[in-house]
Structures are given as C-alpha cells and as structure tokens.
C-alpha cells in the first residue's frame, strides 16, 4: 500500500528564510508528484505537478526535485515571506494499490514571521 | 475561469439526518473527484467519475453514502444517515482528463459539523 510521509509536520521560520519541506513515499512506481498548498478553511492549490521521469520543477521562488528511486521530494521555498504561511501537501499518483489516484501526506503546516 | 463550485460551505446537523452537498466543476474537465480530509489530514479519495461513470468507488461507505453526476457535470454526494464520526471536509474536485497526467483542481470544500 502507498504510503506518504511529510516532515516536519509543523515549521516556522523567520521571514527571509530559505526552507525546505520533506516528502517520501513507500512505492517507487509512481507516475507524478504533486505538491499542493492548503490556505485555512479553503481548498487545495496546485503548486507544482513532476512526472515520473523528471528530476524537478520551478516556480518562481519554488523548486521541487524528485529521487523516484530512492522515493523522496523536496519543496524548496526560498526568500520565505508571511504570504507563505499556509499547509503545504504532497501527494503521488500510483503505486502500491492506488489504482492511479492521488495519495496525500498529512501535509506541514508552514509559519513565517514577519 | 470560474473555479470549481461547492456548496454549502458550512452544515451543522444532528446525528441520523441526512445531508447533501453539490459540487460544479470546471467547465470542460470530464473527471470529477470527491475527497474527505479530516482534521490534521490529508484528502482521502472517496469517489472518482469520469463522465457521468463512476470508475472507482472503493473507499466510500456505500451503507450510508451516496454520489451521483447526472448528464457528466455536476455531482452530489449525499450521506444518510449522517454520524458523528463524518464530521470532517468533504473536498470537489476536477481534471481536464486522464487523471495520472493532469492537475487537479480543488473546490473550498465543504465542512459538516455532525453534532
């Protein structure tokens, strides 16, 4: 059973900061890896989608990199600002009876001070 | 572009009534999803339709829940009767397509208070 893995569950960080956010998952046979950003009482926002045979994405200040083999990502924030504050979710497509839906992390829950 | 629509955003009820919540998806995607994210949680899928066909309904508790799209579009999924433990977010959402390829794109979802 896929199986995904955010950490650290809760961060905060001055503003200015450069971070990073963890994600890693059991079954390597994915096809992509979402990262999706969760304001309070709201919906999902997409932030970067990486198929399986990429190696990274970027975003403006965002940079996300997958190690399929080694089954880890990486969201990179830079120059963090108050605006990112939020709940930042990664989730994978397939793998390990998914049957090709998105299987979420429980997500970290993102601080910057002003 | 509107986004996709769900409503209501809020329900209180008392245990054992029933209750639905409708989604809209954006216009064009042929693939619609409902997702349950619990406090502290990630989504979890509970009903995927492609079209007006649902392709994957294994995790929904099909003795009190229920989901429709008629004519492809909009959806509703209804739970009866509601129980304490359904309090939760139930989130909409839709794609262009083929699921494995395309982004998905979120509602606001909607939170029930199962009281």
């Known amino acids: 059973k896929q199986e995904v893995t955010q950490i650290p569950a809760a961060l905060s960080v001055p503003e200015g900061e450069n971070l990073v956010l963890n994600c890693s998952f059991t079954d390597s046979a994915i096809y992509n890896l979402q990262w999706f950003r969760q304001d309070p009482g709201k919906g999902l926002t997409s932030l970067l989608l990486i198929q399986s045979s990429q190696r990274e994405q970027t975003s403006g200040r965002l940079n996300a990199s997958l190690d399929k083999s080694s089954g880890r990502s990486t969201l990179y924030i830079a120059a963090s600002q108050p605006g990112d504050s939020a709940t930042y979710l990664c989730a994978v497509t397939g793998g390990g009876g998914s049957q090709g839906n998105l299987i979420f992390g429980k997500g970290t829950k993102l601080s910057v001070k002003p | 572009e509107a986004g996709v629509v769900q409503s209501p955003r809020y329900k209180i009820i008392e245990k054992k009534q029933p209750v639905a919540f409708w989604c809209n998806p954006i216009?064009?995607?042929?693939?619609l999803y409902w997702y349950l994210q619990n406090l502290g949680q990630g989504p979890e899928l509970l009903i995927r339709?492609?079209?007006?066909?649902?392709?994957?309904d294994s995790q929904l508790p099909k003795d009190r829940f229920s989901a429709e799209r008629l004519k492809g579009v909009d959806s509703t999924l209804k739970i009866q009767p509601a129980e304490l433990g359904d309090s939760a977010v139930y989130l909409c959402?839709?794609?262009?397509?083929?699921?494995?390829?395309?982004?998905?794109?979120f509602g606001p979802g909607t939170r029930l208070l199962v009281l």
């Open positions: 216009s064009g995607h042929n693939t």
């Open positions: 959402a839709s794609s262009l397509g083929r699921q494995n390829q395309e982004t998905q794109y």
């Open positions: 339709y492609e079209n007006e066909e649902a392709v994957d």
